[in-house]
């Protein structure tokens, strides 16, 4: 039985993963543009009607997503690609590298959208939040705008190491909680 072209050396040279679903890219055309040939066919890349300087331009900015996948110039990025003509590989994209979103709503109220599967607890522990009110048909989140703390704190216990993305567009990784010093030692 032969390994796979997950362990081909061209795969292991190149190092450059799909932007949409995260496998290696071997070819030159999926790693010049960081989407595979199957992501490429089904959100639509091959379909988009876009003068070839857009199209490099397209191709830049996926290729940025898929190497830093965080920070403000991803979801900026995102929002070209749709002003490219990309909307159905910008959400695609957008959707897979962050796990949470944090919007304003009306009168500042925050809007929290977490992609499932939900961390054990999760229910519990958005319910802690004062004034938080679950909206079941948006899937959504509404809390207060003053409880950014304890949002951050309950999304540290959670859902540490995921992306998300703040209210100002900013895409960033949650921080682990710091580790109490029990004092005592740990027996494994």
């Given at each position: ?63 940025l997503i898929a190497d830093r996948r965080e920070g403000p110039s991803v979801r900026e990025a995102c929002s070209r690609l749709v ?52 909206d079941h048909q948006e899937r959504v989140d509404v809390l207060p705008g003053s409880s950014f703390d304890a949002l951050w704190r ?35």
């Amino acid at each position: 039985m032969s390994a796979g072209w997950e362990s081909l050396a061209s795969t292991r040279m190149l190092d450059i993963r799909c932007a949409v679903c995260g496998h290696p890219l071997r070819d030159a055309l999926s790693a010049e543009v960081a989407l595979g040939p199957d992501c490429r066919a089904k959100y639509g890349y091959d379909a988009v009607q876009v003068t070839s300087e857009g199209r490099a331009e397209a191709n830049k900015l996926i290729y940025l997503i898929a190497d830093r996948r965080e920070g403000p110039s991803v979801r900026e990025a995102c929002s070209r690609l749709v002003e490219l003509g990309f909307t159905r590989l910008a959400a695609r994209i957008f959707e897979r590298i962050v796990r949470v979103v944090v919007e304003r709503g009306e009168n500042q109220r925050l809007l929290v959208r977490v992609s499932r599967p939900y961390a054990v607890g999760h229910h519990d522990a958005f319910a802690g939040i004062p004034g938080r009110v679950r909206d079941h048909q948006e899937r959504v989140d509404v809390l207060p705008g003053s409880s950014f703390d304890a949002l951050w704190r309950v999304l540290q216990e959670l859902y540490p190491g995921e992306r998300v993305a703040l209210p100002g567009g900013e895409v960033q990784s949650i921080p682990y909680l710091p580790v109490q010093d029990g004092g005592g030692d740990v027996g494994f």
